[in-house]
Structure formats: structure tokens, C-alpha cells
T-cell receptor, first 114, second 115 residues
Framework: GIQVEQSPPDLILQEGANSTLRCNFS?????LQWFHQNPWGQLINLFYIPSGTKQNGRLSATTVATERYSLLYISSSQTTDSGVYFCAVELGNAGGTSYGKLTFGQGTILTVHP | KAGVTQTPRYLIKTRGQQVTLSCSPI?????VSWYQQTPGQGLQFLFEYFSETQRNKGNFPGRFSGRQFSNSRSEMNVSTLELGDSALYLC??????????????FGEGSWLTVV
């Protein structure tokens, strides 16, 4: 099956620092999403970004589908950014069999200290 | 609008018992997916339901089952619980289950501990 690899596995920052999280995937995908999991377990959808670049406040993401990677940028990090960031993909050319199925990476654990 | 609601939030069960978890999707969403999250295996897809039909299934044993009702609410059941079933079970809803352009929303999850 498709492999999704995220790096780094852990990241520790001081408040105000910038960071880049990476997601590599092994096959063509229809869909790529970034999520943030808060300390209570809920997954919050950050970006739907199968290709191109999007920005939302201090967060931005870029996906280069032809090279099979995506980047999540966090600028001026805050303590509330702490948590686990997941990249998840939906397989391409699945002929409808990927309904509801996202394949997740192992996540990047981000800790922002005040 | 109300988000995805999962109940119960926390529960402890004994090996060999069975458990039923419930998920109410966002109003108007007809697709409900279930995921299991463990420290060792990460987030893994269990199954997806749309209009009361299971359309997709992950690689889990038959002890894991689910269903969806006409109001789109979904339940999942795990029978003959094993210690390894201890996990966070997450439910997600979307309009159609086809993620292209459709945002997917997750609930807060049900934390299951098997002792």
C-alpha cells in the first residue's frame, strides 16, 4: 500500500520561531490533507491541498504532487500550536474504492515552549 | 452548526466483553468513517458507511463491525475485546465520503481501555 512518511518525528521550538514539517508519499494521490491533533484527541483539518500552495494566517502549505511531497509551514509559533501534526492522503486512481479512507503518516509531535 | 459527536468519550472494558461506540455526523453529512489510533500503529482506517451501506473496509478482523442508520448516525461494535483493542476510536463525517474538495470533520473520539 501507499507509504506516508513525515519528518521530523519530534520538534521543539521556542515561541516565535518558524518551522517546516514535511510529508513524503510513495504513490500518486487524489487528495492530501494536513491535520492538527489537539491534546484532547480531536483532529482539526488545517488544509485540503492535493497540489499548489495555500495560506491560512500563520500557517501555509505547499504540495508538489509530481515530486510526491508536501510541506507545512508554521510561522511565529505559539504555545497553542503544540500537538501532533498529521499528513493524510487519499490514493489516486482508486476507482471509487477509497471512499472514506485516508492513509495517515505517523505524525510530527510539536512542542512550543513559552 | 453542531460538530461530530461521539459517545461515550471514555470507557473501560474487560477482555472478552464487547463494546458499542456511537457517532452522530454533522447535519446533512451522509458519509461516516471510523479510524483506530494506537501509539504503535498510528491512525488506521476501519470502515466507511454512506446511506446505510458499507462502501469501504480496512484491514481489521471480523470482530470489528459497524452500521449506519437512516439518520446517518453510525455505530461501531467490537466483540470479544482484546488488550490490543485499547485505542482512541475516531469518527469522521463528510458530505459524500469523496474527499476531493470536501472537508472532512473528525469527532473528539472515544477512548477505550481494555483491562
Amino acid at each position: 500500500g501507499i507509504q506516508v512518511e513525515q519528518s521530523p518525528p519530534d520538534l521543539i521550538l521556542q515561541e516565535g520561531a518558524n518551522s517546516t514539517l514535511r510529508c513524503n508519499f510513495s504513490d500518486s494521490v487524489n487528495n492530501l490533507q494536513w491535520f492538527h491533533q489537539n491534546p484532547w484527541g480531536q483532529l482539526i483539518n488545517l488544509f485540503y491541498i492535493p497540489s499548489g500552495t495555500k495560506q491560512n494566517g500563520r500557517l501555509s502549505a505547499t504540495t508538489v504532487a509530481t515530486e510526491r511531497y508536501s510541506l507545512l509551514y508554521i510561522s511565529s509559533s505559539q504555545t497553542t500550536d503544540s500537538g501532533v501534526y498529521f499528513c493524510a492522503v487519499e490514493l489516486g486512481n482508486a476507482g471509487g474504492t477509497s471512499y472514506g479512507k485516508l492513509t495517515f503518516g505517523q505524525g510530527t509531535i510539536l512542542t512550543v515552549h513559552p | 452548526k453542531a460538530g461530530v459527536t461521539q459517545t461515550p468519550r471514555y470507557l473501560i472494558k474487560t477482555r472478552g466483553q464487547q463494546v458499542t461506540l456511537s457517532c452522530s455526523p454533522i447535519s446533512g453529512h451522509r458519509s461516516v468513517s471510523w479510524y483506530q489510533q494506537t501509539p504503535g500503529q498510528g491512525l488506521q482506517f476501519l470502515f466507511e458507511y454512506f446511506s446505510e451501506t458499507q462502501r469501504n473496509k480496512g484491514n481489521f478482523p471480523g470482530r470489528f463491525s459497524g452500521r449506519q442508520f437512516s439518520n446517518s448516525r453510525s455505530e461501531m461494535n467490537v466483540s470479544t475485546l482484546e488488550l490490543g483493542d485499547s485505542a482512541l476510536y475516531l469518527c469522521a463525517s463528510s458530505l459524500t465520503g469523496d474527499f476531493s474538495g470536501n472537508t472532512i470533520y473528525f469527532g473528539e473520539g472515544s477512548w477505550l481501555t481494555v483491562v
